[in-house]
Nanobody
Framework: QVQLVESGGGLVQAGDSLRLSCAVS????????LGWFRRAPGKKTEFVAT????????YYADSAKGRFTISRDNAKNLVYLQMNSLKPEDTAVYYC???????????????????WGQGTQVTVSS
């Protein structure tokens, strides 16, 4: 049984920073590809960032480039999303996801991930 548990969400003001964490447990690939997605009220789930398994290659949505940083600690089975210069339009529930596959590949679509966390709310006030 694979579990992902996010934490670190909250209510902040525009321009503030937050760091989300996601703990991955259970029988995944040894270094699975991991990702962050978000879903704002009334909108579809949106890709935010991903990091590959073995090489740690990262890729970001345009909305996240230059402001967000994804990283991972394989020894602790943790993935992080550092979010700086937050904007009201970043308000959403943020989900971390893990793939059964890893290696050097990263994934940007929901269907490429096999396991999901329950989400953590991020609210940015103007």
């Amino acid at each position: 049984q694979v579990q992902l548990v996010e934490s670190g969400g909250g209510l902040v003001q525009a321009g503030d920073s937050l760091r989300l964490s996601c703990a991955v447990s259970g029988r995944t690939a040894s270094e699975p590809t991991l990702g962050w997605f978000r879903r704002a009220p009334g909108k579809k789930t949106e890709f935010v960032a991903t990091i590959s398994g073995s090489l740690g290659t990262t890729y970001y949505a345009d909305s996240a480039k230059g402001r967000f940083t994804i990283s991972r600690d394989n020894a602790k089975n943790l993935v992080y999303l550092q979010m700086n210069s937050l904007k009201p339009e970043d308000t959403a529930v943020y989900y971390c996801a893990a793939s059964d596959y890893g290696g050097s590949y990263y994934y940007t679509t929901e269907g490429e991930y096999d396991y999901w966390g329950q989400g953590t709310q991020v609210t940015v006030s103007s």
